[in-house]
């Protein structure tokens, strides 16, 4: 079991950053695959970003590639997802989850989500 708080939403304006942080509970942080989906009001769960256990593996949805970046730290037990010009697409619940891993994008478990909210 893995308990997972996220952090750093908010409502921001049309190319804004934010700084989204993932604090996890337990020892195995370092042996999970970690990283982020996000759900829009109405709409199914989208796939952000994944990384895999030694930080040195990155997948991104192509709707977020070269504007969001995944990274973490096993001393920390924290992952994070910078989140550079935003736009009003990116307007959701952002949630931190243990992938299976970066192949098989199931999640094990998530937290209870942050929102993020973009303004045009």
């Known amino acids: 079991q893995v308990q997972l708080v996220e952090s750093g939403g908010g409502f921001v304006q049309t190319g804004d950053s934010l700084r989204l942080s993932c604090a996890a509970s337990?020892?195995?942080?370092?042996?999970?695959?970690m990283g982020w989906f996000r759900q829009a009001p109405g709409e199914g769960r989208d796939f952000v970003a994944a990384?895999?256990?030694?930080?040195?593996?990155?997948r991104y949805a192509d709707s977020v590639k070269g504007r969001f970046t995944i990274s973490r730290d096993n001393a920390k037990n924290t992952v994070y997802l910078q989140m550079n010009i935003l736009k009003p697409e990116d307007t959701a619940d952002y949630y931190c989850?243990?992938?299976?891993?970066?192949?098989?994008?199931?999640?094990?478990?998530w937290g209870q989500g942050t929102q993020v909210t973009v303004s045009s």
């Open positions: 990384i895999s256990v030694n930080g040195e593996i990155l």
């Open positions: 337990g020892r195995a942080f370092s042996s999970y695959t």
């Open positions: 989850a243990v992938f299976k891993d970066l192949a098989d994008l199931r999640t094990d478990y």
